[in-house]
């Protein structure tokens, strides 16, 4: 099946890239664990010659990922921070970034312990204000990063205000679409150059594998991408393309119980009395809920809540039944994290104070149980501080 955009969003998760195996009529896509290919002479081949370069089930998911955030192409990494390091790697030495002050926080990590090695020169700013988008660029800016909704503190920038200055300006725009999925937000539509995922989370969606993927409006990003996947080698294997293969399949369906989910826990946390504040663009006490509203299909369910201290975080967490206390998210079951010592840990106290990340600070990704269990669990764990 071609990609085709007429088709529903579920019907492309389930179909596109997906068709049944021209071979035996599998309706699953095979896994090659296959590092080369046999060759009928020389140059004389079937499309394939060694599995860096590419693979057939890699090429599947590839298609089918484009179809979904409906991209020209899409390129699949090892990992989420491997897809955001061969975006940095497209640029020259002497570019400049303006990213997001409330990034991922392996994100800065990248750019400021690794890139800035390179010459390459990155800038933070609040892009919930365009216009701070917009003070930012200099000559040599190449690319706006931006995340929304931000991780840990759920703000919201408007996609489409920045795309217009990017566009003026010829910079990319690229968006972490991580939290959203395609399912609920696509930044493509709304003028962005290329969205990155951690695949890893709710694209693969059962916390059994790490990828990640950078979907391109247009095909020049996506052949320099498929060079650094030859030259750098960071690809994705085949057993973890169809992890992501299987995992996209339920993900329309996921995703609605997880945003159901989503909305039933942030509304009994924002009344409960252990709960100093609760982050939710789903919330109408949400600064940017309309923009979420007109951005976004759905609010999903990441919620990050404010329990006073490092030390009530701790009782809270110690309690915990149903739910996890773990690093990642967008799994079917529900994880709890801890901002300021495990994702931002790296920005320093200093760092994290800037952005307003706090040590009471806990971020929650409501998975698919039953959302009475989790509820319930949530109210006994908070009711320990
Ligand atoms: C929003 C976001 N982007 C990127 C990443 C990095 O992805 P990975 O862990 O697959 O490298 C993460 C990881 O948590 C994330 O939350």
Redesign the pocket.
């Known amino acids: 099946m071609k990609v085709n955009k007429q088709l529903g969003f579920a019907t492309r998760a389930i179909h596109s890239g997906q068709e049944p195996d021209p071979l035996t009529g599998a309706v699953t896509v095979p896994i090659y664990p296959t590092s080369t290919y046999v060759q009928q002479g020389i140059g004389v081949h079937k499309g394939y010659e060694y599995s860096r370069v590419s693979n057939p089930t890699r090429t599947r998911l590839e298609q089918n990922l484009a179809a979904m955030e409906g991209g020209a192409a899409a390129r699949v990494f090892a ?4 897809a ?1 390091n061969a975006i940095v790697s497209m640029l020259k030495s002497g570019a400049h970034v303006v990213c997001g002050n409330d ?2 926080g ?2 800065p990590r990248l750019f400021n312990q690794v890139m800035v090695d390179f010459g390459l020169e990155f800038s933070y700013v609040d892009t919930t204000e365009a216009k701070n988008v917009e003070r930012a660029l200099r000559k040599n800016s190449r690319l706006v990063f931006v ?1 929304t909704p931000t ?1 840990p503190l759920m703000r919201i920038s408007d996609l489409a205000a920045i795309s217009e200055i990017c566009r003026s300006r010829k910079v990319a725009l690229v968006v ?1 679409n ?2 959203m999925s395609p399912y609920f937000q696509q930044p493509l539509a709304l003028g962005a150059d290329l969205v ?1 995922h ?4 709710f694209l693969n969606g059962h916390s059994d594998g ?3 993927v950078v979907v391109c409006a247009r095909h020049e990003h996506a052949e320099k991408l498929a060079f650094l996947q030859k030259a750098a080698g960071a690809i994705l294997s085949p057993f973890e393309c169809w992890l992501v293969l299987r995992g996209v399949k339920t993900l329309a369906a996921r995703m609605e119980i997880h945003d159901r989910n989503g909305r039933i826990v942030a509304n009994f946390l924002a009344k409960h009395k252990k709960v100093k504040a609760v982050l939710y663009p789903g919330l109408t006490d949400h600064p940017q809920h309309e923009l979420a509203k007109r951005q976004m299909r759905g609010f999903g369910s990441m919620i990050t809540i404010e329990t006073g201290s490092l030390r009530n975080a701790n009782k809270m967490l110690k309690k915990l039944r149903v739910c996890s206390l773990g ?3 967008g799994g079917v079951e529900t994880l709890i994290s801890h901002p300021a010592t495990m ?1 931002h840990g790296g920005l320093g106290a200093k760092g994290r104070a800037a952005i307003g990340i706090t040590d009471g600070m806990v971020r929650l990704s409501v998975g698919i149980e039953d959302v009475d269990d989790i509820v319930e669990d949530l109210d006994q764990a908070l009711n320990a501080i």
Do not use: C, R
């Not at 951690?198 to 989370?201: L, V």
């Open positions: 990992s989420g921070m491997a955001i990034l991922y392996g994100t995340e991780n972490d991580t939290f990155v951690s695949t890893t989370k790490l990828g990640g690093e990642s998210l994702t």
